[in-house]
């Protein structure tokens, strides 16, 4: 590849050396929503299947940010009814979670499904609240009708403990779709490993141009 930081010195980048935990679907149905692309080599996305409402956070172990106790499930809308079986429920994670701020600690793509977070909060575990919606192909305007996710926001724990002050079930009225399941760098052995991108790759600079970025792929025989 050419169009690095220098473009005298081409770069060479290996398939698996992509960038790990800075971009990941948020659910499965998204994930194959994305491929393939169009002639146009555009991505393609479900006008009826978009991100509406949505909160993002990170699992942290302090009391920085006003974080909540919740539990991010991998599949939120299938766990059981009670939630304080959580130690039946293996693909989850329980604990304090921070909400994070939008444009400062990730972005999302509510039409495509996925979002970028920053080096930090890739050392992190991940989840977010979200329903979703649809969007007007006219108006690029999102509906205001929104279906459930399993998942529920910040507000409601707030509701909570304020009409149930000192009762421990408000620890468990919050639940959050699992995106990044530990806070170490993932691995095929994770359970959020097939929401992680594998093909976003650094090339070692910014602001380049796309008229100017030249690109080979070249297949190792030997390898």
Not at 88 to 94: F, G, I, K, Q
Not at 140 to 152: A, C, H, L
Not at 199 to 210: D, E, K, P, T
Request: net charge negative; charged share 20%.
């Amino acid at each position: 590849m050419t169009g690095g930081m220098n473009t005298d010195e081409p770069l060479s980048r290996n398939d698996y050396n992509f960038l790990y935990d800075r971009y990941f679907f948020i659910d499965d149905r998204f994930r194959n929503n994305f491929y393939p692309l169009t002639e146009n080599y555009q991505h393609q996305y479900d006008a009826t299947y978009v991100v509406g409402n949505f909160e993002v956070y990170k699992k942290v172990t302090d009391s920085e940010g006003d974080p909540i106790p919740a539990t991010a499930y991998l599949d939120p809308d299938g766990i059981y009814a009670d939630p304080t079986l959580i130690h039946l429920e293996t693909d989850s994670v329980r604990g304090n979670w921070k909400r994070l701020n939008e444009y400062v600690d990730y972005e999302i793509n509510r039409m495509l499904g996925y979002i970028r977070v920053n080096s930090s909060t890739a050392q992190n575990e991940i989840a977010i609240a979200y329903t979703i919606t649809n969007l007007n192909l006219s108006t690029k305007i999102f509906g205001t009708d929104q279906d459930s996710t399993g998942t529920n926001f910040k507000q409601e724990y707030i509701n909570c403990i304020t009409t149930n002050e000192g009762d421990t079930v408000c620890e468990y009225v919050i639940k959050l779709k699992l995106i990044k399941a530990t806070k170490h760098q993932s691995s095929p052995s994770s359970a959020t490993w097939p929401l992680m991108f594998k093909n976003v790759y650094s090339l070692g600079g910014s602001n380049i141009g796309a008229s100017t970025l030249e690109v080979d792929i070249a297949l190792d025989e030997s390898a």
